[in-house]
Structure formats: C-alpha cells, structure tokens
Nanobody
Framework: QVQFVESGGGLVQPGGSLRLSCTASGFTLDGYAVGWFRQAPGKDREGIACISSGDDSTYYTDSVKGRFTISRDNADNTVYLHMSSLKPEDTAEYYC?????????????????????WGQGTQVTVSS
C-alpha cells in the first residue's frame, strides 16, 4: 500500500520540543515534495509546511514559521518536522502527504487539494 507513516508524537510541556517523522511506504520519496498538515479537535485540517525535492526549498505558514523546521533524508525515505517553542495551540493530529510533484507550490502549499498518500497521523499534545 502506498502511503506515509507518521510517528514521533506525544505529550510535551509548553516551550518544549518534539521531532515528528514521516516515512514513505510503498514508494521512493526522492522526487516528491512533501507537506505537513495538522488537525486540531473541532477544526479543519490545515497545511503548515512543505519541502520540495531536488533543491529542498521549504515553505511555512505564519503560525509555525520560526518555530518549526521541515527537513528530509531521502536515504531513509523520511521527512522530518522539528518543532520547538511548542504552544498549547499546537495540539493536534499531525499528518503528511505529497502533491505528487517535485516542488511545493509557493502560493498554495498549505491547501489540502491535490495532496495524496495520507497517513494515519500522529498525535501531539502540548500541556503542562
């Protein structure tokens, strides 16, 4: 089955850090841009970051810019999301997916439309 497998979530205190992993299953990650999304309880799923393949260009929404870093290791078939200075409002289920293109859309990377190979998600809870 072609999909992503997310892992690394958990409970963390405000101000803490966490690293999420997104591993491609059933396909090779090289050549695909990958986006990270999250969905808080009672809210719509939202895109927060994207990394292109080839030049590894990255994009972030204002809500996470300066706190989160997206990176990739094609040898491990994995994309990472390094999260720091976490806030309670970062609490959500985190997902990754690919637009099945080489590059992220600089204007629309945060939109769900066009993304595929969704995983089951990993839960991040920020609470004291």
């Amino acid at each position: 089955q072609v999909q992503f497998v997310e892992s690394g979530g958990g409970l963390v205190q405000p101000g803490g850090s966490l690293r999420l992993s997104c591993t491609a299953s059933g396909f090779t990650l090289d050549g695909y841009a990958v986006g990270w999304f999250r969905q808080a309880p009672g809210k719509d799923r939202e895109g927060i970051a994207c990394i292109s393949s080839g030049d590894d260009s990255t994009y972030y929404t204002d809500s996470v810019k300066g706190r989160f870093t997206i990176s990739r290791d094609n040898a491990d078939n994995t994309v990472y999301l390094h999260m720091s200075s976490l806030k309670p409002e970062d609490t959500a289920e985190y997902y990754c997916a690919t637009p099945r293109s080489l590059y992220c859309s600089s204007s629309y990377f945060y939109r769900l439309s066009g993304y595929e190979y969704w995983g089951q998600g990993t839960q991040v809870t920020v609470s004291s």
